[in-house]
């Protein structure tokens, strides 16, 4: 059955992030670490986000603010380079606890934040701490946010460029945790019939929660990412705390 529930997840999950731009991965990431050993995890929640953000900034791509992703994609490789260097190996316990805890960037206060993602210094800020984020957790855009509450963009430029940016981070993830299970017997990786359903189901999640995201205000937008992400953050936690004891 673990096929089946992870088609149903990419769907849904793309369809959340098409909506709230970072809701879905980490609903998904916490998925698959229930699902899959914790390397398999990575790698298929990099596939599967690759996909959805990627179509995603393809749709909205006339919003995408380029020299932020140019930027951005510089320090995401030397993050990546950094992580593999180091050769970090999260376990089911920690990768829950991070995953419970990197939500909670979203309530740091807006008068402590100084980061703006449309300077250049800040872009590559961003690049660096959330594919380094995303490298240790699974997940990164909850940490992306800080670099954008600032800025004056509006919610299509803010998912569009958000999905830009998380094509690199979820890139990098790929090959940091693939690379070495390549030389591992399938490294509990699912069978490729389950991508060949949920790679277009991912799509069509994404094109769902656009169409919804048109029909939002830019307030309802903000507030309901703000608490969705923090109740899935406080339900990994508590999985941390009872795979910790």
């Given at each position: 059955?673990?096929?089946?529930?992870?088609?149903?997840?990419?769907?849904?999950?793309?369809?959340?992030?098409?909506?709230?731009?970072?809701?879905?991965?980490?609903?998904?990431?916490?998925?698959?670490?229930?699902?899959?050993?914790?390397?398999?995890?990575?790698?298929?929640?990099?596939?599967?986000?690759?996909?959805?953000?990627?179509?995603?900034?393809?749709?909205?791509?006339?919003?995408?603010?380029?020299?932020?992703?140019?930027?951005?994609?510089?320090?995401?490789?030397?993050?990546?380079?950094?992580?593999?260097?180091?050769?970090?190996?999260?376990?089911?316990?920690?990768?829950?606890?991070?995953?419970?805890?990197?939500?909670?960037?979203?309530?740091?206060?807006?008068?402590?934040?100084?980061?703006?993602?449309?300077?250049?210094?800040?872009?590559?800020?961003?690049?660096?701490?959330?594919?380094?984020?995303?490298?240790?957790?699974?997940?990164?855009?909850?940490?992306?946010?800080?670099?954008?509450?600032?800025?004056?963009?509006?919610?299509?430029?803010?998912?569009?460029?958000?999905?830009?940016?998380?094509?690199?981070?979820?890139?990098?993830?790929?090959?940091?945790?693939?690379a070495p299970l390549l030389g591992v017997a399938r490294g509990g990786m699912p069978p490729a019939w389950v991508f060949a359903f949920a790679i277009p189901l991912?799509?069509?999640?994404?094109?769902?929660?656009?169409?919804?995201?048109?029909?939002i205000s830019d307030a309802n937008f903000k507030r309901w990412t703000a608490w969705i992400v923090t109740a899935v953050g406080m339900l990994y936690l508590v999985?941390?705390?009872?795979?910790?004891?």
């Amino acid at each position: 059955m673990t096929g089946p529930i992870i088609i149903v997840l990419a769907f849904c999950t793309a369809f959340l992030s098409g909506i709230l731009g970072m809701a879905g991965g980490l609903v998904l990431m916490g998925g698959l670490a229930l699902l899959l050993p914790v390397s398999a995890a990575f790698v298929t929640h990099g596939i599967l986000q690759l996909v959805a953000n990627g179509w995603r900034a393809i749709l909205h791509r006339h919003f995408v603010q380029w020299t932020i992703i140019r930027n951005y994609a510089l320090a995401s490789f030397v993050a990546a380079a950094l992580v593999l260097w180091v050769g970090y190996a999260p376990s089911r316990a920690l990768l829950f606890l991070l995953l419970g805890l990197v939500p909670m960037l979203i309530w740091l206060p807006r008068k402590w934040i100084r980061l703006d993602a449309s300077r250049p210094a800040d872009a590559m800020a961003a690049g660096f701490f959330v594919t380094g984020i995303s490298l240790l957790s699974g997940v990164g855009g909850p940490g992306l946010d800080i670099f954008f509450v600032r800025t004056d963009l509006t919610r299509h430029q803010i998912v569009a460029t958000k999905a830009a940016t998380q094509v690199f981070s979820h890139i990098a993830k790929i090959f940091v945790f693939g690379a070495p299970l390549l030389g591992v017997a399938r490294g509990g990786m699912p069978p490729a019939w389950v991508f060949a359903f949920a790679i277009p189901l991912s799509m069509l999640g994404t094109v769902a929660g656009g169409w919804v995201l048109d029909r939002i205000s830019d307030a309802n937008f903000k507030r309901w990412t703000a608490w969705i992400v923090t109740a899935v953050g406080m339900l990994y936690l508590v999985k941390a705390a009872q795979a910790w004891t």
